[in-house]
């Protein structure tokens, strides 16, 4: 069974900092590029950043650029986000996406459960 367990939202002021993580179960993770999205209410769920399954190349929304940085340790098969100068328009929730890059079952695609992030004072 696949599992993808985001942990690390929570409550923090203006210009703070949060780091999420992802923990992933039942792939093979290094098979996996992994992306982050947010979705706020009434809004459609976007692109965060994303970080592939072979090289580690990265990219990001343009409004997270230079604030944001993903990485992934494949040998606890898990991703991070750390988010720094946090800005209210960055509340959301955050979800963890798996999909499948290399191998057998290209294109399959896992999604967590989410993870609320709120930036006020």
């Known amino acids: 069974q696949v599992q993808l367990v985001e942990s690390g939202g929570g409550l923090v002021q203006p210009g703070g900092s949060l780091r999420l993580s992802c923990a992933a179960s039942g792939i093979t993770f290094s098979t996996y590029g992994i992306s982050w999205y947010r979705q706020s209410p009434g809004k459609e769920r976007t692109l965060v950043a994303v970080i592939r399954s072979a090289g580690g190349s990265t990219n990001y929304a343009d409004s997270v650029k230079g604030r944001f940085t993903i990485s992934r340790d494949n040998a606890k098969n898990t991703v991070y986000l750390q988010m720094n100068s946090l800005k209210p328009d960055d509340t959301a929730v955050y979800y963890c996406?798996?999909?499948?890059?290399?191998?057998?079952?290209?294109?399959?695609?896992?999604w967590g459960q989410g993870t609320q992030v709120t930036v006020s004072s």
């Open positions: 996406n798996a999909q499948k890059e290399r191998g057998t079952g290209v294109g399959l695609n896992y």
